[in-house]
Each structure stands twice: as C-alpha cells, then as structure tokens.
C-alpha cells in the first residue's frame, strides 16, 4: 500500500490487488475539506485533482505532475520513501522567494535556482494541509467552509509566488567509437581539447581513475548527503568518453578531447536519478562559477515536453547570458508508438540534443524521436556512437571488472559530441554556443536514411568540423499556424560563415529527404562568402497546397569541386485545420456563470483545462477533431440560494468540422438521487466519465480514453447531470453514478420542521445514539463571553459560524458551557465542514459538533428568536453506526439520460449480512471498492469509514457488471480483503470481519502457480474467520516468517507475504511450506502464535494452481471474540478449484485450554463438506487453542496450529 500527501494535504491511498490483482484508489480528505475530488485516468497515468486545486492547474500557477500519484509513486515521491515533497517555486526574485518559502508551514529553502527566477523547496508532508492553507490564503477559489465560488478565477498565491513545480525526478540517459566520428585525425594536428573547460554533469565521478585522475580541476556534489565519488558507473564512464586520456590502456582507450580541464557536478544520486532542482543547480555552478565552454548533460525527463519546464528555461537563459553549449542525450524512450518522444532538457531550443547510431549510423532502437511537443521543433539535432561505448570503470559501482566497460544509451552519445565541441573549441576559443552548434550540425555526416526527426542533420563528424573552413546554420525551421495556406510564401534564412583567409564560393541545392521535390526553393543557387565573413540565402516555402504536417528537407553548399562542405536541415511544420468552438455556461437558473471545463479530443495525448469567465461564454480555436467537453460545475443546491450542488454538465461528442457552439446549462440538469427501500442518506457519491474515441465496447485497454472520476465532496447537498441526447455514434460512452446511502445519520427537527441538511463535523464527539429532545438556545458567534450570557448547559448551543471565533474555540466553550449538542450554522455558501477538535489534530473535542446550512439555519435562529420566553425543541435522532446501507452503481451507456435516478428494489439487489468485531478500545474502519469494466487496472472506493461492533446489512448492486470488492481493517491491527465479486439478485450471503480465528491462509486473490520451473505464492499471515479474505499486519510488532524447503533443503525464507522460487527442478518432487507467526499481546490476546505447514508435490507445469488445503474455522462468539464454553466449533476445508465436499478425505482437531501445554482430541462430524465438534473447556480455562490437520483428496495435506484461537466466556 502506497499513501502519496498531495500538495493540498489530501491522502491518496494506492493499495495493490492482492495476487497481482486490480489496484484500490481512495480519497482521504485534509480535515475540514469541502470540495470535490476528480480522478482522471491519462495514458495510463492517474491523477488526483481536489477541486480546490484544479483553478490554480488551469491558471498555470500549479504543477500538473503534483497531482500525477501514479508517476509520484514511480519516483518514489510516495509518502514513506519521501516525507518531505520535493517542490520548485518560481515567479519572484530570491528575496522574496525565500521569505514566501518561510512563511510556509513545514517549507525549507535547499536551493536558490536564479536562472529561473526560483528556489528548490521541501515541504514536509505532515503539514501540507496548514501549507495550503497559508498559501491560498484570502483566494476565492472553493474553500473549506464552503463560502467561496469555483466561478472566480484562481487568485494569486501568498508571499509573491507565482508558480509551484514538481522538483521532478531526472535519470540517466543510458577505441571505435572515436575513431567513428574522426577523433583520431583531429588529435595528429595537435588538437586534445588542451586549455578548454568542460563540465560534466552526472553521478560523480572517481577521482582516481588513471584515465581522469590527472585531468580532473574541480567537483562539486548537489546531490543531499551524498559526495562526488560516482557509485553508480554512469557519470565515470561518460566523462572518460569526454575527456578520458587512456592512462589505464597506455592510452588506447582515450576520450574525445583528452588535453581538457574537467569539472564534474554530481546531480544525480549513486542510483541514477535526481531532482530538477539539483540539475539546474549544477547547471548554474558550471556556466556562471566554472564558466566551462562545453557542459555535458547524459540525463534528462522521460516525459514529453515542448520546452517551457524549468529544466529547459534555465538552459536557455543560461546560454544566452554565458555562451556556454549544454550538450544533452536525447533520451531513451525510442520511437514508440507516436512520435515525441524527447523530454527535458533535450527539447531547449539551445540544447545541442543527441541521438544515438550504431557503428553503421544506423538509429539505435532506444534513441528518442522527435518532433518536439507543441509546435513540431525539429529535435534531435544530431546523432553519435552511443551502441556498446567502451570507457573507463568506476572502482566505486558494482558491476563488471577491470578499468574499462561497454555501456549503451544516448548517454553514451552526447559525450561524443560534448569531445568533439571541446577540440572545435580550442581550434576556435572565440566561438560561442551558437557558432559551436551550428558548425557541429553543418559538417555532420549525412544520415539520409533517416529522417529529420530521427537522425537531426546526421552524424556528428568532428575531423570535418574541425578542418571545415566553411559553416552553416544548423536547422531553419518554422511552424506555421492554421489558416496557413494564405500567407504566402514563408522564408528563411541559411547563413555562411567563412573562416579562412580567401573567398569561397559555394553551389547550393535543395535535396528533399522526405519531401516532394519543389517543396523547398532557395534565392539564389550560388553564394560568394568572404574571407572571415559571412553571406545569407533564404529558403523558401509556399504552404498552399501542401498537406498538413511536416516537410524537411537539406540545403546542401558544396565548393567548385563539387565537394560537399556544409548543410542545414530546414523545414516546416503546418498546423492542421482549426476552427472556433463556443462554449457557453449556465447556472440553474439559466443565467451565465463561469467555472472549468476539461476537453479531450480524439488526437491529442492528454485532457486540458480551460477556464470559463463569469461571463459563461468562452471560444477556443482547436483543431478538426472529435471533441469531448465535460465540467462538474458548482450550482444552487436544494436547500436554498445558500446551498450548493455540483451538477456534471457534458457534450460527449463534438465533431469539429466547422464552428460550432456547446451549451452547457445547469438549468436543464436532472438530480441525480437514489431511491432506497429504508430510509437513507446520501454519505458518498462518485460520478465516472467514460469516454473512448476508437472503442465501440467500453474496455481497459484504450490508454487514449478520458476517464474522469468525481468524488463529491461533502460541501455539496445534491448532484445534477444535464441529460446529452443522442448516443455518441463513434467510440463509446459512460456515465456512470456509484452512491452509497446508509441509515440517515443523523434526523433533526424543531416545531414540525425537519432539519435534512445536518452534516456532523470532523474532530467532534459522536452524537449518542437513539432519540433525544433538547432546547436550542442561541449563542451567538460561540466565543467564551457568548456562552457566558447564554444558559446552554444540557442543551443544544446554536451559534454562527464566524471568521472571527475559531472552530476548535468554540466547541471548547461549548463544553465548558455545558452544552449537550453544538450546532454551527454556516455563515457562506453550502454545507459547511470544518475541523472542531483540537487545533493541531490531535485529539477531538468531547461535544458533538453538527453544522446545518444558511437558509435552514437562520430559519431556526429566527424561530429561536422569535420564541422569546418560549423554548424550542429539537429533537434529534441518531444513528452514528448504520445497521444498514446500500451500495449502489448505475451505468449509463451512450448518453446521460433524463432519468439518473436509482430506484434500488430489494429484488434485484443482493443482501450482505456483514459481522465486525474488532479489539477492545480499537476502531475498526470498512470500505467497499467498485470495478468498472471500462478501467485498465483499477477501483475506486470511498475513505476508509469508522465501524462499530456487531452486524449490518448491506444491499449492493447485483449482476456481472457490478464487481465488489471489500476491506475492513484496524489501525495498528489487522486488515482484510475479500476478493472481487459479482453477486447474484436476490442472493443472501454472510461476512464475518476481523474475528477470530486468525491464521495463515491462501485466499482465492492469492497466486498460487507453478510453471516450469518456478513457483509463485501469497501467504496472507494474518486472514481472519471470514474465508476468502486475505489479511495482513498493520504493526511491525506482529511478525510473520515463511519458509520454502524441498524435501530437507531450505530453498528460502522471508517476511513477505510473496514467496517466489526460480530455477526448481522439472520433475516431481516434495515440498513443504511453513509459515510462523507471533501477535502481539499488548493489542489482542488472540492468535499469540501461530504455525502451518503445506506439504505437497509439485513438477513442472505449463501454468497451473498449486492444489494447497486452506482452513476455515466457525464458532458463535460474542463482541470480544469470547465462545460459550460448549460452544460448536465448524472446520470447513477447502481447494482452490474443487468443491467442498471433494476438497479433502480426512480432517482431525485437537483442541488446548492450557496455551498448548496439553491436546485433547475432538470427535468430529461432517456434513456437506464441513467437519464440526462441541467444546467441552473446564470452567479454569480462558482460552481455545487449536490444532488442525486436513489430508487432500488429490494428495497434499495441511496441519495448522493457533495458541489462544479464540476466548471462553
């Protein structure tokens, strides 16, 4: 299970199937949050937007990568292996930047970043609530008290931040080589990079590697806590590549500039990875304090960029203020299944970005494409030997032996050309950046096997750089928005530079690579260029008639023997079609409002938000594209103008052939309810949005889909959906309503009133159960000196909510008053939900604390009021532990309907009669997770909810579309999961939580598979009597030990619930698995110790389920886990796969009253697959032990013993 603390200080709860089974996402909400939460799925990736945040997302002043849990996870940003997120502010000077940082609860300052106008901070998680809060403080977007409106736009954040970023994670980017690329006839003139300052930016280095020992001027690490010497190999073998001297190979294996002074920065830890932050901090250390001419870069993002992150500002800037040339590998994502596949900071428009060849110049199959994101920039800009590179071996990695070992990557490349740039340097110590890069590129070796996006202008030939008297521009491309094909031709310039001491004249031609021939014309087929001078051309292109898309070609200069001597890439990038789409907005009571929306059309790689002005009209200039526009916008609720809904408000397919318009109009929106048999409440709802372009039948493995999740938020006191018409007629579409509603909380009634918009608040006492009558009395903004002129004691204190009186202030006067009940009416817009315990949540305040909306609220202050020497009455009926619910789901395909009400019939839902029982002075918590069919690995449930003791029914949807999914859990404890389910209508089933007995077992979620020669199990330590439900501790006190023997021979041992054994031998032969556990006393007395043992034989097998006997134990105990002392006691074995009454051919039961000092054989009897006996314990004992054994027909056998099983009463 992994919990990732968002930025806003909401939990996001990622708990892995069991047995390799679908993911759980849950929501835990920071105390006192009110707004909804969106889940939306992207390629794979999901993301975790609470509504509160989405304005700043749309504004651009919140990191979108913040809300990816998915990729936090991957990065190890998840909040056990990173209690402190790594952020980047940017948007002030450093001044104001650090005293913003400050003012932040748990904010630390680790680095000034001013090439980016930023500071690198980390924020500890425990206090990103009380951060948030402080940073959005005085905005108006939705707030905890519900008193905001989503219809304004995001407000700037506090303390003169303008942006906050993910300090993203960066990574490495993974004697023939040289020779390759002309090195050797390069050094024979004398050049070696002598007196030219290259920096090295990577995981270190060794120091006293003989090929750098001696070339080495100054490190410095930017990585926390760890020093320069490189653990990793990647940044000793690429800075040998750069500048190595082949000291360890009498100078065999040298590097591409071997005279050079070497600087290295660490900015990737000893495992290859790092943080933004420490890259753009190395590279400011190397261009501005080492002011190095070259800096390698063999790192980088693996996601897309189109060059506005800070990795790629901040090389830009820094180019443009130093001249230094930042050489950076083009990653290693390969071509994939589209193009766009080069990340940060390769994308920089003054980044000299490498892809990698072979010894053929033929692409490596890892090597990043282009074109950039965004406007089609043509990236990479060169090639270089980047296939098995031999270079130096750091002493301080693991792998191989000896000085020298072969790697593959683009980083393995770019230290090519980082060399090659050092020796043209030191042959032109004038030259800066741009002039470097330009002549790299010009000279390279032709790759017209590839295209532009894949090889840039070819293979870097540092011989011809080098000797080349004549230089050209690098690439000239240029992106040309739609309409495009009335503007004319579209011209651009190629220049020569001649660096010799006579004119050269130069024959210039157009060759089309993978254009039509005509595309490109230039002004002029031949160029004079001056000694030490330069002269320009211009390429031209007429974009009418030419399809959409890109077109490059070469300009190729050659001299009057008709040698080649220089080239440039050029092209163009037209824009496919547009037009305009309008979208208008509507409240429920037809007038405009403004809000969000989230669009997705059928091309394009991910969801974009948009934000609607109060006006309610926005236009947008797309592409031709199939559109799907959705907002859950904030509307009035149903308890007058002071409440608040949330209503989904959609156009599921938007063909964007023209200008069209979209209309979407809460006051055409239905309420979605549910209907329920019993009485009920509304505590969770959640809204799925399906949409696939390219599917017909909704399904998993559509990556491109929009998928949209809602969690409403408990500000809202009704949901609404604009119904959309006619079926979507390509792809497919769901909408989809999952409720639970359970026994109304809590009833509320004055004088025949009734009170339905009553919401009990977070960090208060429960209200009793049962139906009490009490007077209200008026306290006014509850402060002490209120209370003090109010007689509230055994009553119910009403007071106003307040800016001025803290919410944990006046739930402590009301207790000191005396108060029965506080009730808080809210002062803004909606349900109100705040935290009343103690200020820094540690503890709840020991009053129940209800808050009721506006309208109704003052209704009761008047009647209050107005009753003078009367009372008022409330009466007040509560039930804090439901003994029923319903969980519910609804899928609507196609449209959304007019009709989104659940009308749940008991006949055609099917009943769970579930039993909790949990350790005294312990909180057990319960969920249900849902599947929908259409989502690729995931189910979604609602937080965690506090349970009681005892028994509840609960009605779930039935049916195969509906798959449930159960935990129940204590914290500090246990918890357990059942396995997926579909039920059948009117089906009655039984489940029994957290009880005794607790044992080892193999539920039916749990793998267990042997293949040819391995074995795969999940040995759940800690499953209770509720078979199949795979357990697990929640305390490190709580120990399991599981062990793997082959006949006598311990194959292996662990503490993991995965047990995986590789390279068994194919034929049948005995195994045994034993599995040991030890409870911890001080939070149950039960199970104190427990030992099973499997044995059985397995051989080789193409894929099938290893037959293990589990056992289920049954027995009537009461709500401490305590039997009577002739109580029946059940075994129910069973086999994965066979029915019960085939699954075994003998049982037998011991049972202990002395902790397993003594055993007493029990007499069983067997019906229908289940063996039962009578305990017959002496009126001294206080507990059961058992010992079991169970032989399996079909061979294997089990034997269990449990100390202290269950109690006696």
């Not at 690490?221 to 010497?229: A, K």
């Not at 009647?863 to 804090?880: D, F, G, K, S």
């Not at 057990?924 to 965690?944: C, I, K, V």
Request: contains cysteine; aromatic residues 6%.
């Amino acid at each position: 299970m992994r919990t990732v603390t968002l930025v806003t200080g909401d939990k996001v709860v990622v708990t892995p199937g069991a047995g390799g089974g679908r993911d759980t996402i849950s929501v835990e909400r920071r105390p006192g949050a009110s707004a909804s939460v969106r889940i939306v799925t992207e390629g794979g990736d999901t993301y975790v937007y609470p509504d509160d945040a989405l304005a700043y997302v749309a504004a651009d002043r919140l990191d979108k990568r913040l809300f990816n849990v998915t990729a936090l996870i991957a990065q190890g940003y998840d909040d056990a292996r990173a209690p402190r997120l790594p952020l980047i502010i940017t948007g002030g000077n450093s001044a104001a930047l650090r005293r913003g940082a400050a003012a932040l609860p748990g904010a630390e300052t680790r680095r000034e970043l001013p090439s980016v106008d930023g500071a690198a901070v980390a924020a500890e998680r425990s206090q990103a609530a009380d951060a948030w809060a402080a940073l959005t403080a005085g905005g108006t977007g939705t707030s905890a008290q519900g008193t905001g409106s989503r219809r304004a736009a995001a407000p700037p954040f506090t303390g003169g931040i303008g942006k906050i970023w993910l300090d993203g994670r960066t990574k490495a980017a993974l004697a023939d080589t040289t020779a390759q690329i002309g090195a050797p006839q390069v050094w024979e003139s004398g050049d070696t990079g002598a007196g030219v300052k290259v920096a090295v930016l990577d995981t270190g280095v060794d120091p006293d590697h003989p090929d750098l020992k001696d070339r080495i001027v100054d490190t410095r690490s930017f990585v926390p806590d760890q020093d320069v010497p490189d653990r990793s190999g990647h940044g000793t073998h690429v800075a040998s590549t750069v500048a190595g001297t082949g000291a360890a190979s009498d100078g065999r294996e040298k590097g591409m500039a071997p005279g050079a002074d070497l600087v290295v920065g660490k900015v990737l830890g000893n495992r290859g990875e790092g943080q933004e932050s420490w890259v753009i901090g190395g590279m400011e250390w190397a261009a501005r304090t080492e002011h190095a001419k070259v800096v390698n870069m063999s790192l980088g993002s693996s996601e897309p960029s189109d060059g506005t992150d800070l990795m790629s500002q901040s090389l830009n800037a820094l180019t443009a203020e130093t001249g230094t040339l930042f050489v950076v590998s083009a990653g290693n994502s390969g071509r994939g299944a589209t193009p766009y596949t080069i990340g940060s900071p390769a994308v920089a428009d003054a980044a000299l970005t490498v892809g990698a060849v072979g010894a053929s110049d033929d692409l490596a199959n890892f090597s990043s494409v282009g074109p950039r994101v965004g406007d089609e920039g043509l990236k990479p800009d060169l090639t270089a030997p980047g296939v098995d590179v031999l270079a130096a071996r750091s002493q301080y990695a693991g792998q191989g032996e000896g000085p020298y070992m072969t790697m593959s990557g683009t980083s393995m490349a770019a230290p090519h050309v980082t060399g090659a740039a050092v020796l043209l340097a030191q042959r032109h110590p004038d030259w800066l950046a741009g002039r470097l890069k330009d002549a790299l590129m010009s000279t390279s070796r032709p790759t017209p096997y590839l295209t532009a996006y894949q090889g840039g202008s070819g293979r870097v030939d540092v011989a011809a750089a080098v000797r080349a008297r004549v230089t050209a521009t690098g690439s000239a491309f240029r992106f040309l928005p739609w309409p495009n094909a009335s503007t004319g031709p579209v011209r651009q310039e190629v220049t020569y530079t001649n660096s010799g001491d006579g004119p050269v004249t130069l024959r210039l031609a157009v060759e089309a690579g993978a254009s039509d021939a005509g595309v490109f014309t230039l002004s002029a087929d031949e160029v004079t260029v001056p000694a030490h001078g330069s002269s320009a051309v211009e390429v031209a292109t007429d974009p009418a008639g030419l399809a959409r898309g890109n077109h490059t070609a070469q300009v190729v200069a050659r001299d009057a023997d008709g040698a080649a001597v220089a080239h440039t890439v050029t092209g163009v990038g037209l824009e496919p079609e547009r037009y305009d789409l309008a979208i208008g907005m509507k409240d429920r009571t037809g007038r405009p409002m403004g809000g969000w929306i989230h669009l997705k059309g059928a091309l394009s790689r991910s969801t974009t938000a948009y934000e609607i002005p109060a006006s309610g009209e926005l236009t947008l200039r797309l592409p031709a594209d199939t559109y799907t526009v959705v907002s859950y916008a904030d509307v009035q609720g149903t308890h007058g103008p002071d409440s608040r809904g949330i209503a989904l408000l959609s156009a599921p397919e938007v063909d964007l052939t023209t200008d069209r318009r979209v209309d979407l109009d809460a006051s055409k929106a239905h309420q979605v309810r549910a209907v329920t048999p019993k009485p009920s409440t509304l505590v969770n709802t959640r809204l799925d949005f399906f949409r696939s372009f390219t599917s017909a039948e909704p399904g998993p493995d559509d990556y491109g889909a929009m998928r949209e999740n809602v969690v409403v938020g408990r500000g809202y006191d009704s949901i609404w959906a604009q119904p959309t018409g006619a079926k979507v007629r390509h792809g497919s579409f769901v909408f989809a309503t999952r409720p639970r509603a359970q026994q109304t909380p809590l009833d509320l009634s004055y004088d025949g009133t009734a009170i339905d918009d009553a919401l009990a608040q977070e960090g208060s006492a429960v209200h009793p159960d049962g139906t009490s009558t009490l007077d209200a009395v008026f306290a006014g903004a509850g402060s002490p000196e209120d209370f003090a002129k109010s007689a509230v004691r055994g009553k119910v204190a009403v007071v106003r909510h307040s800016a001025e009186v803290a919410p944990s202030a006046q739930a402590s006067a009301a207790k000191a008053a005396g108060a029965r009940l506080l009730l808080v009416v809210n002062d803004g817009v909606g349900r109100l939900t705040e935290w009343y315990g103690e200020p820094d949540y540690s503890a709840p305040v020991d009053v129940p604390v209800v808050s009721v909306g506006k309208d109704e609220g003052e209704a009761l202050i008047a009647r209050i009021a107005a009753a003078r020497e009367h009372r008022v009455r409330l009466r007040a009926t509560a039930h804090p532990s439901p003994s029923y619910l319903y969980d519910l789901v609804k899928y609507h395909a196609g449209a959304v309907p007019k009709d989104v009400t659940y009308h749940a019939d008991p006949d055609r839902l099917a009943r769970i009669d579930v039993d909790f029982a949990q350790p005294q002075g312990m909180q057990a918590m319960e969920r249900r997770t849902d599947f929908p069919a259409y989502e690729w690995s995931t189910g979604y449930s609602f937080g965690l909810a506090p349970m009681a003791p005892g028994r509840r029914t609960d009605w779930v949807t039935a049916g195969e579309d509906a798959t449930w999914q159960q935990t129940a859990s204590v914290t500090g404890w246990v918890g357990a999961t059942n396995s997926p389910t579909s039920y059948r209508q009117g089906s009655v089933q039984r489940e029994r939580w957290l009880g005794p007995v607790l044992r080892p077992c193999m539920s039916g979620s749990d793998t267990q598979v042997r293949d040819d020669t391995s074995l795969s199990l999940v040995v759940s330590g800690w499953c209770d009597s509720g078979a199949p439900h795979a357990g697990s501790a929640g305390t490190e006190t709580m120990t399991t030990r599981t062990s793997l023997l082959q006949g006598g021979t311990t194959l292996l041992t662990t503490d993991s619930a995965y047990v995986n054994a590789f390279d068994l031998q194919a034929e049948s032969l005995p195994y045994r698995i034993v599995v040991d556990t030890a409870g911890d006393p001080a939070l149950s007395p039960y199970s104190s110790t427990t030992r099973t043992q499997w044995d059985f034989v397995s051989g080789a097998a193409k894929s099938g389920t290893v037959p293990l006997v589990q056992l289920d134990y049954g027995t009537d105990l009461d709500a401490s886990g305590r039997a009577h002392r002739a109580g029946e006691v059940s075994i129910t074995p069973s086999v994965l796969g066979v029915s019960a009454k085939d699954a075994v051919s003998s049982v037998r039961l011991e049972v202990s009253y002395d902790g397993g000092a003594s055993w007493h054989r029990q007499e069983l009897k067997e019906r229908q697959g289940t063996w039962r006996t009578t305990l017959h314990a002496p009126s001294s004992a206080a507990f059961v032990s058992l010992r079991t054994t169970a032989t399996a027909r079909a061979g294997g056998s089990v034997a269990q013993t449990v100390i202290r099983a269950f109690g006696l009463r």
